[in-house]
């Protein structure tokens, strides 16, 4: 069984920054990428940064780009997402989750397990 466990959100203003962290256990974590999603309310989960198994590519949106930074560290299974420059606009509850393929993808349904989320709250 996978398990994802999200840390490090909170309420934060704009302009500020916030270190999200994705503890993994249960699949070998340095074989397979990982990603980043939100939700904010009424709106569909989007991609925002994605990385390889080896965290040598990674992938961001467009509308975080320059702003995030995604990273891994393979012996502590975990994932981070450093956000800076945060803008009310990022407000939502922020997903780790995994994929069965080693190269990092945009696409939600290429992830097959998802962590509970970790709010966000940008306030301005």
């Known amino acids: 069984q996978v398990q994802l466990v999200e840390s490090g959100g909170g309420l934060v203003q704009a302009g500020g920054s916030l270190r999200l962290s994705c503890a993994a256990s249960g699949r070998t974590f340095s074989s397979y990428a990982m990603g980043w999603f939100r939700q904010a309310p009424g709106k569909e989960r989007e991609i925002v940064a994605a990385?390889?198994?080896?965290?040598?590519?990674?992938h961001y949106a467009d509308s975080v780009k320059d702003r995030c930074t995604i990273s891994r560290d393979n012996d502590k299974k975990t994932v981070y997402l450093q956000m800076n420059s945060l803008e009310p606009r990022g407000t939502a509850v922020y997903y780790c989750?995994?994929?069965?393929?080693?190269?990092?993808?945009?696409?939600?349904?290429?992830?097959?397990?998802w962590g509970q989320g970790t709010q966000v709250t940008v306030s301005t």
């Open positions: 989750a995994t994929t069965k393929y080693r190269s990092f993808t945009p696409y939600k349904y290429e992830y097959d397990y």
């Open positions: 990385i390889s198994w080896s965290g040598g590519s990674t």
